[in-house]
């Protein structure tokens, strides 16, 4: 028997509206990012706890200042297990995160985003052979991270270009990560399998993206004078460019021109300024070629590019990468748990069946 005849769908959503929503807006054609009710550039200089407050206020949800949280035990020995058998640092997120367990909503999120620098600096420690060490009261999030990543007291710079980086991602519309969240939320679960289940999502390389390879780039240049023909050998032979181009931004990305500048003042102050003037070459060249070989095209500097480059500069290894972005934008997963539990309407799309009918 025939087919039913189903209405089209749209495949991956794009441009459809499922909710409303206080926390971010991204403008592709304008090249705007606005979270809370700012403009993305006037978060620049704040701390990551000043705008996970904002974040989770716009939400509906006002509560005592996030500190980095000490393991479990149980988490602790989850750890150390998985770094035993070489586990992702992905991987061994996700597991973590799925230990946490907390009496409500509020304490849940308090908890992931209090434990998750822990967990990931934690786990780098592990793999390098290191003992964790236990987070410092007097320190925030993001010092604190580096503090236990790396077991010093981090320079201020080197603080405040985390902070940028964790500001930059903390929320970005409806990505799918984000989405998975208020998915699961909108089932009445909790908020810890919401964010676990939005690392899975973060995970796959369509929506993690790549700043690893952006800088992988860089370094297989090595040197400015090089830039060009390395570059057109690349677009010559149908590359991408990693770190350059968005598929919602028209224009630049402006969390690119955001860590653009905190990586200027952070790499000209406490950092290699040789790997930055490089970098910089690369991507004038870049922009250049771009140009001539996509004319119109728009084809701009990514978030990805300076994702790299700030996260290099923080002496972080790329496998961490996707860890540390996840956390700054578990800041926006709990924010938006709070949107969705208050909205308190489960998240049900139909589907258009075109499969076979039976006689």
């Not at 061994?92 to 799925?98: E, P, Q």
């Not at 297989?220 to 590359?239: F, N, P, Q, T």
């Amino acid at each position: 028997m025939e087919t039913q005849t189903a209405v089209r769908a749209n495949g991956g959503l794009e441009g459809v509206i499922a909710a409303e929503t206080r926390l971010s807006m991204v403008d592709g054609e304008r090249g705007e990012l606005i979270v809370a009710g700012h403009r993305l550039e006037q978060l620049a200089g704040r701390t990551f706890e000043d705008v996970l407050a904002l974040l989770w206020d716009a939400a509906g949800h006002s509560g005592s200042r996030v500190r980095a949280a000490a393991l479990r035990a149980s988490t602790l020995a989850l750890l150390r297990d998985a770094a035993a058998r070489r586990v992702a640092p992905m991987d061994a997120l996700r597991m973590a995160a799925g230990t946490l367990t907390a009496e409500d909503d509020a304490e849940a999120a308090h908890l992931l985003v209090g434990s998750f620098p822990t967990i990931v600096a934690a786990y780098a420690r592990l793999l390098r052979g290191e003992e964790p060490l236990a987070p410092r009261e007097s320190l925030g999030l993001a010092a604190n991270y580096l503090y236990m990543s790396s077991g010093s007291e981090p320079h201020a710079e080197l603080v405040r270009g985390l902070e940028t980086y964790l500001t930059t991602v903390a929320d970005h519309g409806f990505n799918a990560s984000t989405f998975t969240a208020r998915v699961i939320v909108s089932t009445g679960s909790d908020f810890v399998s919401a964010v676990t289940g939005a690392i899975g999502a973060l995970k796959g390389p369509l929506h993690g993206g790549a700043p690893g390879p952006a800088l992988d780039m860089v370094f297989e240049i090595g040197d400015a004078s090089r830039a060009e023909s390395v570059l057109r050998r690349k677009l010559e032979g149908g590359e991408r460019l990693m770190g350059f181009g968005h598929r919602i931004y028209k224009v630049r990305d402006p969390r690119a021109d955001v860590l653009a500048a905190a990586a200027a003042r952070m790499f000209s102050r406490a950092g290699d300024l040789e790997l930055y003037e490089l970098a910089r070459a690369v991507e004038t060249k870049a922009l250049e070629l771009l140009e001539e070989y996509k004319p119109g095209r728009r084809i701009k500097t990514n978030v990805e590019f300076y994702t790299a480059l700030l996260l290099c500069g923080l002496d972080l290894d790329t496998a961490f990468f996707a860890p540390t972005f996840a956390i700054g934008r578990v800041a926006g997963w709990t924010a938006h748990c709070f949107e969705q539990r208050a909205l308190g309407r489960l998240i049900r799309p139909q589907s258009a069946y075109v499969g076979r009918i039976p006689a």
